[in-house]
C-alpha cells in the first residue's frame, strides 16, 4: 500500500540554525499537507500544497512540493523555540484519494 | 480552539475493559475520522466516516469499532483492553471525503489501560 516516509525521526538543533524535514512518498500524490504538534497538543493544519513544483511560504517557514509529486520538504529558517513540535506530512495518493501521515518529525530547539 | 471536541480529556481503566470515547465535529464537517498516538509515534490512521457511513479503514484492531450517528457526532468503542492499547486518541473531522480537505484535529482523550 501507499507509504508516506519522513526523515529524519528526531531533529536537535540550536536556535537560530536552519531546520528541514523531507517527507518521500511511494507514489504519485494529488496534494500534500503540513501539520504541527506542540508538546502536549493536537496536530494543527500548516498548509496544503497542489501544485508540481509548488513552493509557498509562510514567514520563516517554506514548504516545497516536488516535481514529480512524490516528495515534499519543510524548512525553518533561523528556528525559534517557538518552533519545538512534531511536523507531520500528509499525503493524498492518486488513486485512492485518501490521506495518508507520514511519522512526523520531531524538533527540538535549544535555546 | 479547533472546534473539534472530545470527551472525556483522560480515561483509566483496567485490562479486559470496555470504553467509549465521543468526538462532536466542527459545525458544518461531515468526516470525522480518529487516530491512535502511543508515546514517541506518529498518528496511526484508524477509521474515518462521512455523513454517516463508513469511508476507510485503516490499522484499526477487531476490538474497536466506531460509528457516526445522525447528528454526526462519533463515538470509538475499545473493548476487552490490553495495556498495549494505552494511548492518546484523536478524533478529527473535515468539511468533505478525501484528502483534498484539511482536517481539524481535537484535544484527544489520554486512555490509561492498568
Known amino acids: 500500500g501507499q507509504q508516506v516516509m519522513q526523515i529524519p525521526q528526531y531533529q536537535h538543533v540550536q536556535e537560530g540554525e536552519d531546520f528541514t524535514t523531507y517527507c518521500n512518498s511511494s507514489?504519485?500524490?494529488?496534494?500534500i499537507q503540513w501539520y504541527k504538534q506542540r508538546p502536549g497538543g493536537h496536530p494543527v493544519f500548516l498548509i496544503q500544497?497542489?501544485?508540481?513544483?509548488e513552493v509557498k511560504k509562510q514567514k520563516r517557514l517554506t514548504f516545497q512540493f516536488g516535481e514529480a509529486k512524490k516528495n515534499s520538504s519543510l524548512h525553518i529558517t533561523a528556528t525559534q523555540t517557538t518552533d519545538v513540535g512534531t511536523y507531520f506530512c500528509a499525503g493524498r495518493a492518486s488513486n485512492t484519494g485518501k490521506l495518508i501521515f507520514g511519522q512526523g518529525t520531531t524538533l527540538q530547539v535549544k535555546p | 480552539d479547533s472546534g473539534v471536541t472530545q470527551t472525556p480529556k483522560h480515561l483509566i481503566t483496567a485490562t479486559g475493559q470496555r470504553v467509549t470515547l465521543r468526538c462532536s465535529p466542527r459545525?458544518?464537517?461531515?468526516?470525522v475520522y480518529w487516530y491512535q498516538q502511543s508515546l514517541d509515534q506518529g498518528l496511526q490512521f484508524l477509521i474515518q466516516y462521512y455523513n454517516g457511513e463508513e469511508r476507510a479503514k485503516g490499522n484499526i484492531l477487531e476490538r474497536f469499532s466506531a460509528q457516526q450517528f445522525p447528528d454526526l457526532h462519533s463515538e470509538l468503542n475499545l473493548s476487552s483492553l490490553e495495556l498495549g492499547d494505552s494511548a492518546l486518541y484523536f478524533c478529527a473531522s473535515s468539511v468533505g471525503d478525501g484528502g483534498l480537505y484539511e482536517q481539524y484535529f481535537g484535544p484527544g482523550t489520554r486512555l490509561t489501560v492498568t
Open positions: 500544497l497542489v501544485k508540481s513544483g
Open positions: 507514489t504519485t500524490l494529488s496534494n
Open positions: 459545525s458544518g464537517d461531515l468526516s
